[in-house]
């Protein structure tokens, strides 16, 4: 079953795309849905991009439910790992 719920928020960042270029991204693009390429059922997908520079600019990336929440952690674990002046 599909939820089509999709949520997407402003990022501020970099990515590394085909051909080893760095680019900014500016969107980030978060849904579960059926995978394009993951061997899962569904997947958390997260597209990190720059519309501003075409289709073409863009990461993406499909993860298992337990892997995204893993991740979760692993991202709050990191920054509550940081000094808070560098993290506001």
Known sequence: MCTYATVRTAVDGSAK???GAWFHVSDATVYF????HAMAEHTLNIDLADPSRGPGQRVAVELTASAAREL??????????APPELTR
């Open 72 to 81: 979760v952690a692993a991202i709050e674990a990191a920054l509550a790992s």
């Open 17 to 19: 795309g085909p051909g």
């Open 33 to 36: 849905d059926h995978p394009v």
